[in-house]
């Protein structure tokens, strides 16, 4: 699949709590897609080592989290080309990545997963072994803390839930990023 559409090029932003799906979902597009994630865990494992986050308070943390992500996105753009993204974000970071989007004549689509069965998503997170370097394991009470500091998300966006399969999500996704959008054009 190639989800460069019309030639322009892609943001493509799943968002959601940890145990959502996002980086299963993100995953599976780079596959068939072939273009780039980019996971905010993954920049943060192997900055880990370095202790940068070293007494760190949580705006700084966030904005360094979600700063890595956009200059490698950035850099997709400016070669042309789509990338994915996993991680938390608000509407100010996905207003924000619009505008980096518009920029370089490509669009955003974001996606966000949820997970409409609460002990489904309890189950997911506690079960769940991701073997990132350098990083942990979320538990339920992190999920918690995110749910209470993040706030939903407002931004034009596609919603997939992860009480249905992967397969039936993807199909969703493939769907929506094959339709038209106006979110990123100048």
Known sequence: MHIDSADRPQIIAFAGLPGTGKSTLAEALARVSRAPVFAGDWLMGALKPYRVFDGMDQPTYVALYNGLVESLVARQLLLDQSAITDSVIDDGTAE???????????????????????????????????????????????????????PPLTVDRLTVDAVESIEVNLGKIHDHLAAPSQVGRR
């Open 96 to 150: 924000r990545w619009g505008r980096l989007a518009a920029e370089h004549d490509a669009e955003l689509r974001v996606i966000e997963c949820v997970c409409s069965d609460v002990e489904l998503h309890r189950t997911r997170v506690e079960g769940r072994k991701r073997n990132i370097p350098n990083w942990h394991e979320i538990d339920w009470e992190h999920v918690e803390r995110m749910r209470a500091e993040f």
